[in-house]
T-cell receptor, first 115, second 113 residues
Framework: AQKITQTQPGMFVQEKEAVTLDCTYD???????LFWYKQPSSGEMIFLIY??????QNATEGRYSLNFQKARKSANLVISASQLGDSAMYFC????????????FGKGTRLHILP | NAGVTQTPKFRILKIGQSMTLQCTQD?????MYWYRQDPGMGLKLIYY???????DKGEVPNGYNVSRSTTEDFPLRLELAAPSQTSVYFC????????????FGNGTRLTVT
């Protein structure tokens, strides 16, 4: 069964608008971490933000925030005031504490910011 | 700090050839991972290691082998290359803590023809 699901293969958003990238996950482990990475067209992988399953508050890092809904098993990335440089692939990933520390990725969402 | 270093950056193999993708990290990370990324797709875990002498299979291990004799190095071996192994390969490392993000190398673009 797929553990990480990103249902939006591609999105087009106007510059300066906020954008939400969806991520749902499946785990029976009570202790897990969720990560978001950005991959620009140059190919490198850039860590953006982390949310732990026991964190009481949604994670924020600058213009990035996580809408974490534990009961629904979703961890959506919100980018506020989008910029042209936000155009990239975005990947959601999960690490389960009691599952041999595998880190599994979703298929990604390609985000296009329009000027 | 160099971080995670992968070599080579590019390689073309003929079907049936073998090669080793090198990965080394200088951050004293216990955990190391190999992923492959097919065009327009996400990352699939090939093998990973939680410390020297310990390796384990990921989602797509067939056709690959790994070893971890030191903390720093985690080479990936392709035996009998096949066109299906054409991909971009990423090595990554992290600390053992749950909230430790992956640090990635710049990737190796491999073409098997």
């Amino acid at each position: 069964a797929q553990k990480i699901t990103q249902t939006q293969p591609g999105m087009f958003v106007q510059e300066k608008e906020a954008v939400t990238l969806d991520c749902t996950y499946d785990t029976s482990d009570p202790s897990y971490g969720l990560f978001w990475y950005k991959q620009p067209s140059s190919g490198e992988m850039i860590f953006l933000i982390y949310q732990g399953s026991y964190d009481q508050q949604n994670a924020t890092e600058g213009r990035y925030s996580l809408n974490f809904q534990k009961a629904r098993k979703s961890a959506n990335l919100v980018i506020s005031a989008s910029q042209l440089g936000d155009s990239a692939m975005y990947f959601c990933a999960m690490r389960e504490a009691n599952r041999d520390d595998k880190i599994i990725f979703g298929k990604g969402t390609r985000l296009h910011i329009l000027p | 700090n160099a971080g995670v270093t992968q070599t080579p950056k590019f390689r073309i193999l003929k079907i049936g050839q073998s090669m080793t993708l090198q990965c080394t990290q200088d951050m004293n990370h216990n955990y190391m991972y190999w992923y492959r990324q097919d065009p327009g797709m996400g990352l699939k875990l090939i093998y990973y290691s939680v410390g020297a002498g310990i390796t384990d299979k990921g989602e797509v291990p067939n056709g690959y082998n790994v070893s971890r004799s030191t903390t720093e190095d985690f080479p990936l071996r392709l035996e009998l290359a096949a066109p299906s192994q054409t991909s971009v390969y990423f090595c990554a490392s992290s600390y053992s803590e749950l909230n430790s993000p992956l640090h990635f190398g710049n990737g190796t673009r491999l073409t098997v023809t």
